[in-house]
């Protein structure tokens, strides 16, 4: 007697998760990336280099820029800043994209995370977790991705402070990545549960979008070779060994946590 496997399926509720999913994957990337290049423009209105707070690029109304924002930029010259010996001030405006546009607001994302609010809503708390990704994936696109190279925010505020991105590479590589192990350690494990309980493929659409965007997709920045070699090195190995990688760690690790005789969601008691 041949044995048939039964055929998977996915009903109403597993189609309905994965769109909301890719939506809101969708708009808290525009949303965290135009946080960035406005972080950029505010600062530079407050130093006095720009004439209006939030006179950003907004580029072509394509459908590739109003999907993906590929054609935003900050609309900040950094040649007469450099030229005029503000380099300090160059330097801050450069690395403000990343401070206040990427690491303040996941501090404050995981901080609304940990609320009861959040714990107790899927909906909101999946909203916020890929708000967080987004946060901690630009850093990653920068750092290391796009730190040793000629150009981009990081050579910037090493050209600001007169050294190379080398020498600066080290200062700003600890931080970056504390935040992105802070991610995958803390903020994945403690959500990752809770967004797909009781969801048919929840887990594998969830570790999948995530192992996607943060290492095939930002750090895919440089992969052409247009930001140097040791830039594309960087994008090679997120993209064709990390992604995997990482991707099969987090598909292990939700096992591991579902199957966890207790635990708990940012505070929130989970049922065994």
């Known amino acids: 007697m041949n044995y048939s496997p ?16 890719c939506c809101a994957v969708l ?17 530079a209105w407050l130093l006095g280099w720009k004439a209006y707070p939030f006179q950003i690029d907004y580029g072509a109304p394509t459908v590739l820029n109003l999907l993906f924002q590929s054609d935003v930029g900050d609309g900040v010259d950094y040649a007469p800043i450099l030229a005029a010996g503000h380099g300090a001030q160059a330097s801050l405006i450069a690395l403000s994209g990343l401070a206040f ?21 899927r909906w909101l708390l999946a909203a916020l977790y890929w708000t967080a990704l987004m946060c901690a994936g630009n850093v990653w696109s920068y750092v290391p991705t ?22 600066l590479f080290p200062f700003v590589l600890v931080p970056a990545l504390a935040l992105v192990a802070h991610f995958f350690l803390v ?26 965007w943060f290492f095939a997709y930002f750090g895919s920045a440089g992969y052409d070779g247009g930001y140097g070699p040791v830039t594309q090195a960087f994008a090679m190995v997120s993209r064709c060994i990390l992604f995997p990688l990482v991707g099969m760690w987090m598909w292990m690790d939700a096992q591991a946590v579902a199957e966890a005789p207790a635990s708990s969601l940012w505070g929130v008691k989970r049922k065994a």
């Open 6 to 21: 039964p055929t998977p399926r996915l009903d109403a509720g597993a189609i309905r998760f994965g769109l909301f999913h």
């Open 27 to 43: 708009v808290a990337h525009a949303v965290v990336y135009l946080l960035h290049e406005y972080s950029h423009s505010v600062v």
């Open 146 to 167: 796009r730190a040793i190279t000629t150009h981009a925010d990081i050579a910037l505020a090493a050209q600001g402070w007169g050294v190379t991105p080398l020498q």
């Open 187 to 212: 903020t994945y494990r403690r959500s990752i549960g809770r967004l797909t309980a009781s969801v048919p493929g929840g887990t594998a659409c969830v570790v999948l979008l995530s192992a996607y």
């Open 101 to 121: 546009g990427n690491v303040l607001p996941y501090l404050v994302v995981c901080r609304l995370m940990a609320s009861a609010t959040a714990g107790a809503n």
